[in-house]
């Protein structure tokens, strides 16, 4: 199908173009760029008017939990999917920690077919580092990278062994595949908030920066004594940014990503026991807060996610220290980045960069054919955009959510907080994914 998206503000984060213009779309690939109307000699079959809009890439999202398979009471792949789409998401990555672990590439394959099928949105697995996420045995990551996975993680099982891990990450970097690990000590994070004066008051059982701090100590050790890639998911403390940053200036191949949770909100938000604060990792103060903030605005972070894990009802409705972590945010990822960059004081473009080419840089040669093109807008390339209205403002309710999972921390009773920029239209290799009701 072609398609002409016409007279919308273009923004390509990668290149810092941000001009009025046109884009043609002809397939699952952009043809043209150019100013507004001066593709003239394109015949579509459908327009959009893009007047108001934001054109940008689609969202890449590195860490959403979709649910399926053995979750699906929880979140079906169609509905987490849609939420994708609906949140302007192109691409996610998803954890392996599903019923059964996608340690066999059978499982891999499967979740793919599945995912194409719905043509929703691109899906990224990562394969389980040990079989079965018990922290013993390594998998056969060539046949799971074989089967599509970008890397390998624990999700938030913990490898106690030392030895396990080093043989993991000296595997890795024989074959240039790339760990993902969730730095958190098993032994000194089983609590259920941050350690301090909230934990303290409300009588819960804390979580200590330590927990972090060790786990990155240990990583930063085995990453210098074996040269394997590693990116470290949702970076929690002022501590865990500056033992970061001080790795990635001694040239260790380190990435990092935080989630729009640990970027917004504080331990104090968790009020008199909501359990929609209830998260993993859980919030911390707000010089954590802040120090995540300027970690992501220098580079030290690389991208924000969602941190996706959406929650059944009567999981999430208990006793604060007895409800599941986690928290709907597929659908809230644009408009949290947006006001990231509005409270950093940054320009669009940069802000948007660290949800489109800053995470395809995380996922590096693992895109396959989509290197070179996906988190941008580049003639040739493919064709996943998000269409915005940045003047919009939404309440988040729980009603006017696709995902299965109804729990988010910004819930507008909640926050009382309208949220920035409202998705218009998502394109999927040139097919419209999702779209708005027709604007008054």
């Given at each position: 199908?072609?398609?002409?998206?016409?007279?919308?503000?273009?923004?390509?984060?990668?290149?810092?173009?941000?001009?009025?213009?046109?884009?043609?779309?002809?397939?699952?690939?952009?043809?043209?760029?150019?100013?507004?109307?001066?593709?003239?000699?394109?015949?579509?079959?459908?327009?959009?008017?893009?007047?108001?809009?934001?054109?940008?890439?689609?969202?890449?999202?590195?860490?959403?939990?979709?649910?399926?398979?053995?979750?699906?009471?929880?979140g079906?792949?169609?509905?987490?999917?849609a939420?994708?789409?609906?949140?302007?998401?192109?691409?996610?990555?998803?954890?392996?920690?599903?019923?059964?672990?996608?340690?066999?590439?059978?499982?891999?394959?499967?979740?793919?077919?599945?995912?194409?099928?719905?043509?929703?949105?691109?899906?990224?697995?990562?394969?389980?580092?040990?079989?079965?996420?018990?922290?013993?045995?390594?998998?056969?990551?060539?046949?799971?990278?074989a089967?599509?996975?970008?890397?390998?993680?624990?999700?938030?099982?913990?490898?106690?062994?030392?030895?396990?891990?080093?043989?993991?990450?000296?595997?890795?970097?024989?074959?240039?595949?790339?760990?993902?690990l969730?730095?958190?000590?098993?032994w000194?994070?089983?609590?259920?908030?941050?350690?301090?004066?909230?934990?303290?008051?409300?009588?819960?059982?804390?979580?200590?920066?330590?927990?972090?701090?060790?786990?990155?100590?240990?990583?930063i050790?085995?990453?210098?004594?074996?040269?394997?890639?590693?990116?470290?998911?949702?970076?929690?403390?002022?501590?865990?940014?500056?033992?970061?940053?001080?790795?990635?200036?001694?040239?260790?191949?380190?990435?990092?990503?935080?989630?729009?949770?640990?970027?917004?909100?504080?331990?104090?938000?968790?009020?008199?026991?909501?359990?929609?604060?209830?998260?993993?990792?859980?919030l911390?103060?707000?010089?954590?807060?802040?120090?995540?903030?300027?970690?992501?605005?220098?580079?030290?972070?690389?991208?924000?996610?969602?941190?996706?894990?959406?929650?059944?009802?009567?999981?999430?409705?208990?006793?604060?220290?007895?409800?599941?972590?986690?928290?709907?945010?597929?659908?809230?990822?644009?408009?949290?980045?947006?006001?990231?960059?509005?409270?950093?004081?940054?320009?669009?473009?940069?802000a948007?960069?660290?949800?489109?080419?800053?995470?395809?840089?995380?996922?590096?040669?693992?895109?396959?054919?989509?290197?070179?093109?996906?988190?941008?807008?580049?003639?040739?390339?493919?064709?996943?955009?998000?269409?915005?209205?940045?003047?919009?403002?939404?309440?988040?309710?729980?009603?006017?959510?696709r995902?299965?999972?109804?729990?988010?921390?910004?819930?507008?009773?909640?926050?009382?907080?309208?949220?920035?920029?409202?998705?218009?239209?998502?394109?999927?290799?040139?097919?419209?994914?999702?779209?708005?009701?027709?604007?008054?």
């Open positions: 199908m072609k398609l002409l998206i016409r007279g919308g503000r273009v923004v390509d984060p990668a290149s810092g173009r941000d001009e009025p213009g046109d884009v043609a779309i002809a397939g699952d690939r952009i043809v043209r760029i150019a100013p507004a109307g001066v593709v003239a000699d394109f015949t579509a079959e459908r327009v959009i008017d893009a007047a108001g809009l934001v054109v940008m890439p689609g969202l890449v999202d590195l860490a959403a939990r979709l649910r399926e398979p053995g979750h699906e009471h929880e079906m792949l169609e509905s987490e999917l939420a994708a789409a609906g949140g302007g998401v192109t691409s996610v990555v998803c954890l392996p920690d599903t019923d059964p672990v996608l340690d066999e590439p059978g499982l891999v394959e499967m979740l793919k077919f599945r995912a194409r099928k719905a043509s929703l949105c691109r899906v990224f697995p990562l394969g389980a580092l040990t079989r079965g996420l018990r922290g013993e045995v390594l998998t056969e990551m060539a046949e799971l990278t089967a599509g996975c970008v890397g390998f993680s624990q999700a938030d099982a913990a490898v106690r062994d030392t030895n396990v891990l080093m043989r993991a990450l000296q595997y890795a970097a024989t074959f240039g595949f790339t760990v993902w969730r730095p958190q000590e098993p000194l994070g089983g609590g259920v908030a941050a350690s301090g004066a909230v934990a303290t008051r409300l009588g819960l059982a804390g979580v200590p920066v330590v927990a972090e701090t060790i786990a990155l100590h240990r990583i050790e085995l990453v210098r004594a074996t040269g394997a890639r590693v990116h470290l998911c949702r970076l929690s403390s002022a501590a865990g940014v500056a033992l970061v940053r001080a790795a990635k200036a001694e040239g260790l191949p380190l990435s990092a990503d935080v989630s729009i949770n640990s970027l917004h909100l504080t331990d104090a938000d968790i009020g008199f026991f909501n359990p929609d604060m209830r998260l993993s990792p859980p911390r103060q707000a010089t954590d807060r802040d120090a995540l903030r300027q970690g992501l605005a220098d580079g030290t972070i690389d991208a924000i996610v969602s941190d996706h894990n959406p929650v059944a009802e009567d999981m999430k409705n208990l006793p604060f220290g007895e409800a599941e972590p986690g928290a709907t945010g597929l659908e809230l990822l644009l408009s949290l980045a947006l006001r990231f960059g509005q409270d950093s004081g940054l320009a669009l473009a940069p948007l960069a660290r949800v489109t080419h800053r995470p395809v840089q995380v996922l590096g040669a693992a895109l396959g054919t989509l290197v070179g093109s996906a988190g941008r807008l580049v003639e040739g390339g493919v064709a996943d955009l998000c269409l915005f209205d940045p003047g919009a403002r939404w309440a988040v309710a729980a009603a006017g959510l995902s299965q999972g109804k729990h988010t921390p910004f819930a507008f009773d909640t926050t009382g907080v309208a949220l920035p920029g409202r998705v218009h239209t998502t394109l999927v290799a040139g097919t419209v994914a999702y779209e708005a009701a027709p604007r008054a």
